[in-house]
């Protein structure tokens, strides 16, 4: 099992939703947002406001799946996020050593 992560920009996430959703097997994603900049300096910021909201707002999307599927999700990504400019974002995939889902219980918590 994988772990893939992205930093893209927010508005390829209607797009990216869509043709994950179309990958056989996509077992789901979770969204969070996220700010960064890259390491390219284009310009020296003038004060420490500036400074302090360089950052450009991205989404963080995060799909744990199995081995299987990692090469196809990850092409999607890259495919749907990729505009050819700086500042697309980024993905990686980790390895997980173990997964568990948790899921509703069925009948009243233990102790009551």
């Not at 989404?59 to 299987?68: K, T």
């Amino acid at each position: 099992m994988k772990e893939i992560r992205a930093v893209i920009r927010p508005q390829k996430l209607p797009r990216l939703r869509e043709v994950l959703r179309a990958v056989p097997g996509f077992p789901g994603m979770t969204l969070s947002k996220a700010a960064g900049c890259g390491a390219t300096v284009r310009h020296v910021p003038a004060s420490i406001r500036e400074e302090l909201t360089d950052f450009t707002e991205k989404v963080r999307v995060e799909i744990v799946a199995p081995d299987d599927l990692v090469d196809a999700l990850v092409e999607a990504i890259v495919q749907v996020a990729s505009t050819g400019q700086t500042g697309d974002g980024l993905v990686w995939v980790t390895s997980i050593e173990h997964a568990v889902f948790i899921r509703k219980t069925v009948g009243p918590p233990e102790g009551t």
